[in-house]
């Protein structure tokens, strides 16, 4: 079973960068699509980004124009680059991987945190 582990979080101000990253166990070709979720505090947890073979990326309303989904399958890794930040962006990251069926892959891991100051 692949192992995700997500990194690259931290406290930064508004208006500032991020890039996470989520790096594979294993070699991720076969995993077909891959998606960033977020989880603040005591909310449910949301997909902010998702990339698919064939289509242009997904992403979360409140984040289009400002996160960028990429995935380097020679690295095993799923960036997510996260500009001009918001106090809303403040939450636990979580990737996720699916495979030809739509099947999540694996389990939920422990994220990384992003914390935005206002």
């Known amino acids: 079973q692949v192992q995700l582990v997500e990194s690259g979080g931290g406290l930064v101000q508004v208006g500032e960068s991020l890039l996470l990253s989520c790096t594979a166990s294993?070699?991720?070709?076969?995993?077909?699509?891959m998606a960033w979720y977020r989880q603040a505090p005591e909310k449910d947890r949301e997909l902010v980004a998702a990339?698919?073979?064939?289509?242009?990326?997904y992403y979360l309303d409140s984040v289009k124009g400002r996160f960028t989904i990429s995935r380097d399958n020679a690295r095993n890794t799923l960036y997510l680059q996260m500009n001009s930040l918001l106090p809303e962006d403040t939450a636990t990251y979580y990737c996720?991987?699916?495979?030809?069926?739509?099947?999540?892959?694996?389990?939920w891991g422990r994220g990384t945190q992003v914390t935005v100051s206002s």
């Open positions: 996720k991987g699916y495979g030809e069926y739509g099947s999540a892959l694996g389990s």
């Open positions: 294993q070699n991720i070709d076969s995993i077909k699509s």
């Open positions: 990339l698919a073979p064939g289509s242009n990326p």
